[in-house]
């Protein structure tokens, strides 16, 4: 079982730092490269870059009142969320279709209003 992680390309697990620009303020933000990969691809979706996608995250975290206090793990939920959305079949797998155009109250609705585990 471990094989399949222990001998995965090391430059998924290295961290990298990026920076940008946020309500004129500049922030970094360090993850994993295997999460900058799955930002890089969900903004790709919706035709923006990943700096442009990160600070309409941020924008409509906050109109929806939740404390960001840390931020880079909510983007690493956000892509693990993205990933689990694709196992269950409510965010299609085919890259060309937006994000945006996919009915976020259904899927919600479907879920229940609570997380589900994408593994059980």
Partial sequence: MCKLF???????WRSATHSLRIDGMV???????YFWHILEEIAQRDGM????MITRLYHESI???????????FLR???LRYQALQLTGDIPTQHQIPI???DAEQILAREGGKTRDPLH
Avoid: K
């Fill in 27 to 33: 922030t970094s933000v360090r993850m994993e490269n």
């Fill in 63 to 73: 109109d929806a009142g939740h404390d960001l206090g840390n931020f880079t793990s």
């Fill in 100 to 102: 945006a155009t996919l």
């Fill in 6 to 12: 222990i001998q995965a390309d090391p430059e998924l």
């Fill in 77 to 79: 939920v956000c892509a």
């Fill in 49 to 52: 870059n990943t700096a442009q």
